[in-house]
């Protein structure tokens, strides 16, 4: 009787498991080295339990010498939508206290409604005020910026205004863009 494909990649994968995982070890001291944050080490042990490498977290754990929390809360933090941790400023912005937090706010209002809130934050912002836009969906005006429009001296031109200018004129084209698209709302039709 002879044995089919199936039985010979069957024993192969098992064979390649050892060495499997002690690649894995050694990518996560890479990444534990370099001081990935949550929510790139959540994904990476997400990885490793998708490829059935580990059992369970706690064993996944235990072979990275890591805590079962840590692995926990890696994930939970990995598992937030692109859009929030943008918000946040990118992954390495995320920490774990952050990650538990907005994972509680998805839970009571929803993952949609904090995505949509997520699209509202102002670049640059504290993580504590992230926090906040998340939760009320309010932007402060301290933490926007805030344009003055005038009429230029010549009466032909308009001017701009902005305490920090710097952070406007890399968007001026699509301040153009809002502005052409917005304008027939407000004027009057012409005859």
Not at 30 to 37: E, H, T
Not at 46 to 59: E, M, N, V
Not at 104 to 111: P, Q, R, S
Not at 121 to 146: C, F, M, Q, R, W
């Amino acid at each position: 009787m002879t044995c089919s494909n199936s039985c010979n990649s069957s024993a192969g994968e098992k064979t390649g498991i050892p060495r499997d995982r002690a690649a894995a070890i050694a990518r996560h001291e890479d990444l534990r080295g370099a001081g990935s944050p949550p929510v790139v080490l959540g994904k990476f042990y997400r990885d490793q339990l998708d490829r059935q490498l580990w059992p369970s977290q706690a064993t996944l754990a235990a072979d990275f010498n890591v805590s079962k929390a840590i692995v926990t809360r890696s994930i939970q933090a990995s598992l937030l939508p692109p859009e929030v941790v943008a918000a946040f400023g990118g992954p390495r912005q995320v920490s774990y206290r952050t990650a538990e937090i907005a994972t509680k706010l998805i839970g009571e209002v929803g993952k949609d409604l904090v995505m949509r809130r997520a699209l509202t934050v102002p670049a640059n912002i504290a993580p504590s005020k992230v926090i906040s836009i998340l939760s009320t969906g309010v932007v402060h005006a301290e933490d926007s910026v805030e344009l003055r429009l005038s009429l230029g001296a010549n009466g032909k031109h308009l001017r701009i205004d902005a305490p920090h200018i710097n952070l406007v004129v890399p968007h001026i084209p699509l301040l153009q863009d809002l502005l052409n698209t917005l304008l027939p709302s407000v004027l009057p039709r012409r005859r």
